[in-house]
Each structure stands twice: as C-alpha cells, then as structure tokens.
C-alpha cells in the first residue's frame, strides 16, 4: 500500500471524525433545557474526536519511519550466506547498499552475486507487506480513536480544556525539539572535538603558528604527523571580519539614523526595500563579485600606488562582506530606532535640544540594547561567512597581520576539511571538530557580553 494512498484514507478518517463529533455537540445543545448552555463550543467536540484519531496513528506512522526499514533488513541480513554476514561491519554494510541499490531498481558498479538479488527481493517483499500493515495499523487506530472519544461526549463534556491542554503539550514539545536539537549539536561536535585533542595537544592547537593538517599514507613521507596549529586561522578570521565589521558597523547605523530621523517617508519607501534586497542576495554571488571586480580593482589600484596586493586578500574579502552584512546592521538599528517613543524626542527637543543632540544622548542610548544586537547578528554572519572567503581570499593559511595577502579562516578551513570521503578517526578530519567546537566557544562568549550589554542599557533606559 502506498503511503499516500494510506495518508489520504487517514486524512478522511479525521475529516468524518471532526464532523462527526461537531454534529453530535449540535445535536446535544438542541436537546438541552432552556436556560442550559454547553461547557465546550461544537467545534471543540470535533476537533476532540480528531485528536483521538490522530494521535494514535501518528505514532504509529512514526515508528514505521524510525524503526521499519531496520527490521526489515534486520530479516534480510539473517537470510543472508553465513559466509557474508561473517563479514566486517565496513564489507557488510557495502553489501547492504548494493541490496538497496538493487532493491531500488538500479544496477550496481559490477555483476551482481545471486545472494544479492535475492535479497533485494526480500527487502521489497518485506517493505510492502510492513506497508500493508502500517495502512491496515493507521485505519484501525485512527478509526478507534475517533469512535472512542465520539462515544465520550455529552453536553456537560469540557472537550475544549482537553483540546487545548493537547495544544499547550504539543507547544511543549516543539519547544522541547529546538533545545534537544541545540544539545545534540553541541554534544556531537564535543564529542568529536574530545577525540581529536586525544591526538593533538590542546595547547600544540591553541597557540601552534602552523597548519597544515595533510597527513601522508606512510610514515616515511613528508609531514606524516601533520601540523595543527590554528593561530594563522584565528588571525585571518579575525582579521577579515574586523575589516568587513569596521565597514558595516559605522556605515550601517548612520544609514539607519538617517532612514529613522531625516528622511521623509518617501525616499524612506524606497531606500529600505533597496538595502534589504541586498540581504537577499545568495553569498556566492557576493564571491564573485569579489573575485572578478573588487580584487582586480584592489590589485590595479595597488600597482598605481606602489603596493604589492595579491589578487586574492583579506582586504579584498574583507570589503565586499561588509557590503554583505551591512544590510542586516542598517535593517535592525532603522527598526529599533523607529521603536524608541516619540514622547522621549519631543522632551529633548522641547528642553532645547537640537536634532543631533536629540539623537546623539537620547534616541540612540535608549536603542542601544537593540543596536548592539543588530551588531552581534552581523558580527556572527561575518565570523561564519565561507564562500566569499573561499573565492576571494584563498585557502592559505599564512601567519600574517597584513591585510594585502591571501588568508585564510576557520569556517573556510572546517569546509575543506569534510569535502570528499573521509574516515573520520584520523587527525585531519577530526580537525574540523576542533575548529567548530572553538567557532561554537566564541560566538557563545560574543553572545554572553551582548546579553550584558543588553540588560544593563536596558535597565537604565526602561
């Protein structure tokens, strides 16, 4: 059976149970003595009813997903020769996936053994007939549920405090899923992080000044052991995010000023929409933009002016990131001026304030909890940026402070780590683990001083 001829059974099912318990409420308040009301409006009655019916059968649905497809080849596993389930965990899983691939309809790389198209056979026999059973497990759950709770109401029934109980837990669980989902992020790349300073000293990648994480085959090639020191990419990340912040963060908030205090409405409609497309706009083509027009001009410019600039810098990446978070920066400080009451302005200007006054010692100060987090925001773009620095910065990891050369950054580092098929319990890959772990350190102590920065100007300016 398939499953959208399971869903859309399930779907009508819910439908007649809503209905049904709607009609049945109605039916109900007709018959009660006048003066008498129901607890529950009628729709709260059918929408109780496709609770019941749909509860059970979600979790059903769920289970299949989770755990079907792994029973299944749980079976098919055991009908294998003994000879192949013998094998390494690595080999069986190879096999495995020619059986899906077979299963599938496809063919695989070479000729396949007859062990393999018998069990592609088995695994589809086994997923229609768990098909079959989960449409027969959804109708019979869904159809009882809705019966059960249809045959529970009356007039007196408080089915709107248990459908929004139902609503308050599901509210829960959603927000349940965001925290469980932030925890497991964390600890997956801990855990990795855990193995990889195992290998490497923490202080060797905290503080070492070279990165070359390329391990050779044998241990008689050079840089077998690689190196991990992640100074040089600490440096450029820094570096050409400070560049991009310095353009954005000034730039930003007097565009955001003007927009909020000088302005008219007009060039207002018309300014604003512009600046958020700008936010809009994929980052690769920020990268090219940077690779083909920003860094010749930069190079030309420098031949002119005595200077060596290579064709790809942190200067280069630098400006054109700035252009990209700049943006997000003028977007947040124009809304978070616009909120500051108009009552607090007009008591300035009315104790004799000037505009610029007004501005500089009321309006902004009483924005700045917002300001500061417009900041924050462009400053964790600008540290998680990749493809800008990819194209227009390079991948060397040089340990420099001058902003004409090619750097490199963390983020840019973690990428070209994972690209391609890596085992992932040698150094070079674990690396990247590290890198995020310290990447996820960072923007939490940057988060921390915002949150501070925020709740003391927030108290003072209440």
């Given amino acids: 059976m398939r499953l959208s001829t399971i869903l859309l059974v399930y779907i009508a099912i819910l439908i007649i149970g809503y209905f049904a318990g709607r009609q049945k409420a109605i039916?109900?308040?007709?018959?009660?003595?006048?003066?008498?009301?129901?607890?529950?409006?009628?729709?709260?009655?059918?929408?109780?009813?496709?609770?019941?019916?749909?509860?059970?059968?979600?979790?059903?649905?769920?289970?299949?997903?989770?755990?079907?497809?792994?029973?299944?080849?749980?079976?098919?596993?055991?009908?294998?020769?003994?000879?192949?389930?013998?094998?390494?965990?690595?080999?069986?899983?190879?096999?495995?996936?020619?059986?899906?691939?077979?299963?599938?309809?496809?063919?695989?790389?070479?000729?396949?053994e007859a062990y393999i198209q018998s069990a592609a056979d088995s695994l589809n026999a086994g997923r229609e007939f768990l098909s079959l059973l989960l449409g027969l497990a959804v109708v019979a759950l869904s159809s009882t549920g809705c019966y059960l709770a249809w045959r529970n109401l009356s007039g007196d029934f408080r089915a709107r405090n248990r459908v929004e109980s139902a609503i308050q837990v599901l509210l829960v669980m959603a927000a349940s899923i965001a925290v469980l989902t932030t925890i497991g992020i964390v600890f997956s790349v801990l855990f990795e992080s855990i193995r990889f300073f195992?290998?490497?000293?923490?202080?060797?990648?905290?503080?070492?000044?070279?990165?070359?994480?390329?391990?050779?085959?044998?241990?008689?090639q050079v840089g077998s052991s690689g190196s991990f020191g992640a100074?040089?990419?600490?440096?450029?990340?820094?570096?050409?995010?400070?560049?991009?912040?310095?353009?954005?963060?000034?730039?930003?908030?007097?565009?955001?000023?003007?927009?909020?205090?000088?302005?008219?409405?007009?060039?207002?409609?018309?300014?604003?929409?512009?600046?958020?497309?700008?936010?809009?706009?994929?980052?690769?083509?920020?990268?090219?933009?940077?690779?083909?027009?920003?860094?010749?001009?930069?190079?030309d410019f420098g031949l002119s002016a005595g200077l060596q600039i290579s064709s790809e810098s942190a200067l280069g990446a630098g400006l054109v990131m700035g252009i990209m978070i700049l943006p997000f920066v003028s977007s947040i400080s124009?809304?978070?001026?616009?909120?500051?009451?108009?009552?607090?302005?007009?008591?300035?200007?009315g104790l004799g304030a000037t505009r610029s006054e007004t501005i500089r010692r009321v309006v902004l100060p009483a924005a700045l909890p917002g300001i500061v987090g417009g900041f924050l925001l462009a400053a964790s773009r600008a540290i998680?940026?990749?493809?800008?620095?990819?194209?227009?910065?390079?991948?060397?990891?040089?340990?420099?402070?001058?902003?004409?050369?090619?750097?490199?950054?963390?983020?840019?580092?973690?990428?070209?780590?994972?690209?391609?098929?890596?085992?992932?319990?040698?150094?070079k890959t674990l690396a990247a683990f590290g890198l995020g772990l310290t990447l996820f350190i960072v923007t939490l102590i940057l988060n921390i001083?915002?949150?501070?920065?925020?709740?003391?100007?927030?108290e003072q300016y209440d």
């Avoid at 195992?198 to 008689?220: C, E, H, M, Y």
């Avoid at 001083?449 to 927030?458: C, D, G, S």
Wanted: glycine fraction near 8%; charge should be negative.
């Fill in 27 to 112: 039916a109900y308040s007709h018959a009660l003595d006048a003066g008498r009301t129901m607890h529950s409006l009628p729709m709260y009655h059918g929408y109780y009813v496709l609770m019941w019916g749909a509860i059970p059968a979600i979790i059903a649905i769920l289970g299949y997903f989770f755990m079907g497809d792994g029973l299944v080849l749980d079976r098919v596993i055991a009908g294998l020769p003994d000879e192949v389930r013998s094998l390494p965990e690595s080999r069986l899983n190879l096999v495995l996936n020619d059986i899906r691939v077979v299963a599938a309809g496809a063919e695989t790389s070479g000729e396949s």
């Fill in 198 to 220: 195992q290998k490497v000293p923490l202080f060797d990648f905290l503080f070492g000044l070279n990165w070359s994480p390329q391990t050779a085959i044998r241990s008689d």
């Fill in 231 to 299: 100074v040089p990419l600490f440096l450029g990340t820094l570096m050409i995010s400070g560049i991009a912040m310095i353009i954005a963060l000034p730039i930003g908030l007097m565009v955001a000023i003007y927009l909020s205090e000088y302005t008219t409405a007009r060039v207002r409609g018309v300014v604003k929409p512009l600046l958020e497309v700008l936010a809009g706009i994929p980052t690769v083509v920020y990268g090219y933009f940077a690779a083909l027009t920003v860094a010749p001009l930069l190079r």
């Fill in 334 to 349: 124009d809304d978070v001026i616009n909120s500051v009451p108009q009552s607090m302005r007009d008591g300035s200007l």
């Fill in 384 to 427: 998680g940026e990749t493809m800008i620095v990819v194209m227009a910065a390079g991948l060397a990891a040089k340990m420099t402070i001058n902003p004409l050369e090619a750097v490199t950054t963390v983020t840019v580092q973690i990428v070209t780590l994972l690209v391609g098929d890596q085992e992932f319990d040698s150094p």
């Fill in 449 to 458: 001083i915002a949150l501070h920065v925020v709740r003391k100007y927030r």
